[in-house]
């Protein structure tokens, strides 16, 4: 009866889908006015909260992009830097959405990108990462996913990257971010490499 227990156990395991948890800070602004956890840096135009959600949810928003730069492949770039385990696989993705707004061009991308750092602050970068770039469909949501990638040796954290990309001078462009997730794909947080079992428990009968 034991064996049997187990047996079953052990199957609802391994068919039961995982629940993967976000490792990103406000990924689906749901604070109106804040852009709290991201760090945006542009060269030419801004970020800012929008109270448009992906969803319609009352009182969340999303993260919204502007430029409007007269050089060719001018952007604005919002991060995060997580920490994270080696050997796990990890993928990035988010929600875009381009307003159809005659005040703005239609020449442009949306990007996601992640990288692996060997320091906890993303400060010496590993080789390893991965992105996605995603193209307009007007007055659209679309879902952009990364590749599935395996943080290498040594590495403890992993900058997200959101983009909106204008391609060519003058040609302002504006776009919105809602539900960036970024998390491992993985069931288990432990996989043995690191050569004990602290993290498992057992029992016998």
Avoid at 3 to 26: D, H
Avoid at 105 to 122: K, M, N, P
Wanted: proline share 6%; hydrophobic share 40%; glycine share 8%.
């Amino acid at each position: 009866m034991v064996r049997s227990t187990i047996v079953i156990s052990i199957a609802i395991m391994i068919t039961s889908p995982a629940l993967a948890q976000n490792l990103l800070v406000n990924p689906g602004f749901d604070v109106p006015d804040q852009l709290n956890g991201w760090t945006c840096t542009t060269t030419e135009g801004i970020a800012f909260w929008s109270p448009d959600d992906r969803l319609g949810s009352a009182g969340s928003g999303s993260m919204e992009h502007e430029v409007s730069g007269t050089s060719d492949d001018d952007r604005v770039r919002c991060s995060q830097c997580v920490p994270i385990d080696e050997y796990l696989p990890y993928v990035a993705s988010a929600w875009f959405f381009w307003p159809d707004d005659p005040d703005v061009s239609q020449v442009g991308s949306t990007r996601i990108t992640f990288q692996f750092y060997s320091e906890t602050d993303c400060s010496v970068p590993l080789s390893g990462g991965g992105g996605r770039v995603g193209y307009p469909i007007l007055d659209t949501w679309l879902h952009l996913v990364t590749a599935e990638l395996t943080a290498p040796t040594g590495a403890m954290s992993a900058g997200v990257y959101v983009f909106t990309w204008q391609d060519l001078a003058n040609e302002p462009v504006r776009a919105r971010l809602d539900d960036i997730d970024f998390s491992t794909t993985s069931l288990f947080r432990d996989g043995f490499e690191s050569g004990d079992v602290d993290a498992w428990s057992f029992s016998t009968p």
